[in-house]
């Protein structure tokens, strides 16, 4: 018989100095500028997160994941970093910084934070160096700069598009007045790209995370872990040269900037670094690559775990759901790793919503959201357009079924509330993202799950702080809020708190057994401590395996698991 003493609480050293802490954490990410404002300017802070860490404590997660909050201009959400070694002052200050850490830490949450390597801003001082030195600096060099095609060099270097749209390639003006070289950047003008053959961003990298780790911090999230390195010969292939050479230019590690093999001495460098400390620092990578190539960054010697976003790009669909999920075990299992869940994020159109349109898998990516055929944000209103009950019945369902897998669960703030994603309620000139003032609003971005969250059923920004909020938040957010959920049984709130206290309890190995249901469209699976989760994706009602039911995203009828409903049971 187990005595209370073997238990661990949530603050004991042995949870966390526990090096495997993250393997099967319930992670829990945090936009800071639309969480919780402490001082009533309408953008959210580090205070404001501080001040919330008892909800995030009884939300029962085992970690936060803090998107950038370093001081930045805003042209891409704050991953257009100025400083990576500071704290926007707009959000606070290291003291700040230090005094979430530590709050965090007493109740038991570890913390991780986003490190944006590929780019800085425009405005990052090494930017700002580079564009008053000459051609051919050390300064330019820390950078891509190239000149540009043509007679005159006013062509960009190559054809290639940014992932925000419009060109990779922005032309600068010289100290001395005259039309200039060319700089790369991915993603927006304002992000110019590091060149990492360059020792000095190395060193400096190595030096950012040492910095952050020595504060306390237990994690990193990387950005475009994809990106880093890059091959530009002297003549740039087109995009059409690009694509001409298929998928295998992407399984071959043969891209110019996509993916390429020598970005993993980087992360072998850093597992260096996350081993200085103990526990040893965790990396999760975004790499949105071939699943092929995932891992290669979750390898031990690397970042240690990589996102899948498979089941996020996966429709509500039992047999996509066992495809993504058995697939992704066993890749995690090769790698050493421990497989990553996810649903929604602030890049993505939040899954209660994309569950109630007609085709999920359409709208996954909430940069595409809003393209041609998918204007549904745009125009149609979210009424209209989104079966809200659907949608939302069908993200408990899921989200239930993601907290019952053997991995990392990682969540998005307002998921716990059921948040729908803010369409049309977003004036165009209210807007903030990137890509949808350089796709000239075809693409209809990301603000809509970017809204700052409500707290309460009224007052100012429904409880986000004193005065405005820094996205519109639609009225009808007031029922969605914390407060509504917190007097409403069955709230998707509750079933979050419920979902994620008996998690903790309930994890064993990191393995699961699939049951047989006898129906296409039924997932059931075991998980080796005597507890089962069911998912019935369809509409008729499925039977439940045998055992006692511990919790059900929708409320069983006569005995029996309805559609769209999962439940678990021991
Ligand atoms: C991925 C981030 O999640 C996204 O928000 C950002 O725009 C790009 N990387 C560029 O940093």
């Given at each position: 018989m187990p005595t209370t003493a073997t238990v661990a609480t949530r603050t004991d050293a042995s949870r966390m100095d526990d090096p495997n802490w993250w393997r099967q954490a319930s992670v829990y990410q945090i936009y800071p500028r639309s969480?919780?404002?402490?001082?009533?300017?309408g953008i959210g802070d580090l205070n404001g997160i501080t001040a919330k860490v008892p909800y995030l404590e009884t939300l029962g997660i085992d970690a936060v994941w803090l998107s950038p909050f370093y001081p930045s201009a805003l042209a891409d959400g704050g991953y257009d970093v100025d400083d990576y070694r500071n704290v926007d002052p707009r959000l606070g200050s290291l003291e700040d910084f230090d005094r979430m850490a530590h709050a965090l830490h007493a109740a038991g949450i570890k913390l991780i934070v986003d490190i944006v390597p590929n780019h800085s801003s425009d405005r990052h001082e090494w930017f700002r160096e580079a564009l008053a030195a000459p051609k051919g600096s050390a300064a330019r060099d820390r950078y891509i700069f190239r000149d540009g095609l043509g007679e005159n060099g006013d062509l960009p270097p190559s054809d290639w598009e940014s992932v925000f749209g419009g060109p990779a390639w922005e032309r600068i003006t010289e100290p001395d007045g005259t039309p200039g070289q060319w700089y790369m950047h991915i993603f927006a003008r304002e992000q110019p790209d590091f060149n990492w053959d360059n020792p000095e961003v190395r060193d400096d990298f190595l030096k950012t995370l040492r910095f952050w780790s020595d504060r306390g911090v237990d994690g990193f999230r990387i950005d475009v872990a994809h990106a880093l390195t890059k091959n530009l010969e002297d003549t740039l292939p087109s995009t059409a040269d690009l694509e001409a050479q298929g998928e295998a230019l992407y399984l071959e590690g043969r891209h110019p900037y996509w993916d390429r093999d020598d970005v993993h001495d980087i992360y072998a460098q850093w597992r260096k670094v996350f081993n200085e400390y103990n526990p040893p620092r965790t990396a999760v990578a975004e790499a949105w690559v071939h699943a092929d190539r995932r891992a290669r960054y979750a390898s031990p010697e690397g970042l240690g775990q990589a996102f899948n976003f498979d089941l996020l790009q996966a429709d509500f669909d039992a047999a996509q759901f066992r495809g993504t999920i058995t697939k992704n075990l066993a890749e995690a299992d090769a790698s050493g790793a421990s497989s990553t869940w996810v649903f929604s994020n602030h890049d993505v159109v939040r899954h209660a919503t994309r569950y109630g349109l007609p085709a999920a898998a359409d709208s996954a990516g909430g940069i595409m959201a809003g393209q041609a055929g998918k204007q549904w944000l745009l125009t149609g209103g979210r009424q209209q357009d989104v079966d809200v009950e659907l949608g939302l019945r069908r993200a408990r369902a899921a989200s239930l079924l993601m907290f019952a897998l053997p991995g990392s669960a990682y969540l998005y703030q307002g998921e716990e509330l059921g948040l729908q994603e803010v369409g049309c309620e977003i004036a165009d000139s209210e807007r903030q993202d990137p890509s949808f003032f350089r796709n000239k609003g075809v693409e209809i971005g990301r603000d809509g799950c970017r809204v700052p969250l409500p707290w309460t059923t009224a007052g100012s920004s429904f409880g986000f702080g004193a005065g405005g909020s820094h996205l519109p938040q639609p009225e009808w957010f007031a029922g969605s809020s914390v407060e509504a959920q917190e007097a409403k049984e069955g709230s998707t709130l509750a079933l979050y708190r419920t979902a994620l206290a008996l998690r903790g309890e309930l994890q064993a190995a990191e393995t699961l057994e699939w049951l047989d249901t006898?129906?296409?469209d039924v997932l059931a699976f075991r998980r080796p401590n005597g507890w089962t989760c069911i998912t019935n994706f369809g509409t008729e009602p499925a039977g439940l395996p045998d055992g006692e039911v511990l919790v059900s995203s929708s409320p069983l009828e006569a005995g029996t698991l309805p559609g769209s409903a999962t439940a678990w049971l021991r």
């Open positions: 969480f919780a404002d402490s001082n009533g300017d006898g129906r296409d």
